[in-house]
């Protein structure tokens, strides 16, 4: 069946630590990965994407890697900030238009 | 403009009453869509409009009715509803429905039934 999984539900760091969160996929049609961070009342936010063809992506203070060999992906968070903690979720994109989403992660920074 | 704008941000409803939720983008995006998340878990997919046609429902009842009256709005009518609806209503867009550029989220209208 389909399913997109985040390893931990909940990831405790320091603040100025690096965070990792990580996420399984099992579908292999998709092409097209998305993390998202969601904070309270809110929806989700784009934080990266990442098509097959690469393996690695850049943005600001974060990075996405995908290896597509064991069908998993990792959201690096550089010096992770207070306003870092969020829940994020991993998400793969279907071609129908669908989105299905990890469990997600809760990201808490400690002071 | 970079948004998808949702309203109301609340709404409290009883099981009678009908109410509509709104969404609204201005990107250009073709492809529209409605989730539905409950506390602690990821969003999950109710409708899909692509060019202004409803092109997927996920098995939705027929208590929610969505609607997409010009490429820029998308609306979920709703009616007789249980308690159990009560749920974050996202709606989202994107550039297409085939490529998910720019697949972008609204905040959500909180929606509670009593």
């Known amino acids: 069946g389909e399913s997109v999984g985040l390893h931990l539900p909940t990831l405790s760091v320091q603040e100025g630590d690096n965070s990792i969160i990580n996420c399984a996929y099992s579908?292999?049609?998709?092409?097209?990965f998305i993390w998202y961070k969601q904070e309270s009342g809110k929806g989700p936010q784009f934080i990266i994407d990442?098509?097959?063809?690469?393996d690695k992506r850049q943005g600001q203070r974060v990075t996405v890697l995908l290896n597509k060999t064991v069908k998993h992906l990792s959201l690096q968070i550089a010096a992770t900030q207070p306003g870092d903690s969020a829940v994020y979720f991993c998400?793969?994109?279907?071609?129908?238009?669908?989105?299905?989403f990890g469990q997600g992660t809760t990201l808490q920074v400690k002071p | 403009d970079t948004e998808v704008t949702q309203t109301p941000k609340h709404l409290v409803m009883g099981m009678t009453n009908k109410k509509s939720l709104k969404c609204e983008q201005h990107?250009?995006?073709?492809?529209m869509y409605w989730y539905k998340q409950k506390a602690k878990k990821p969003p999950e997919l109710m409708f899909v409009y692509s060019y202004e046609k409803l092109s997927i429902n996920e098995s939705v009842p027929s208590r929610f009715s969505p609607e997409c009256p010009n490429s820029s709005l998308l609306n979920l009518h709703l009616h007789a509803l249980q308690p159990e609806d009560s749920a974050l209503y996202l709606c989202?867009?994107?550039?297409?429905?085939?490529?998910?550029?720019?697949?972008?989220f609204g905040s959500g209208t909180r929606l509670t039934v009593v």
């Open positions: 990107m250009g995006h073709r492809a």
């Open positions: 989202a867009s994107s550039q297409a429905r085939t490529s998910g550029d720019g697949y972008t």
């Open positions: 579908n292999s049609a998709s092409d097209y």
């Open positions: 998400a793969e994109y279907l071609n129908t238009g669908k989105l299905i």
């Open positions: 990442i098509r097959s063809n690469m």
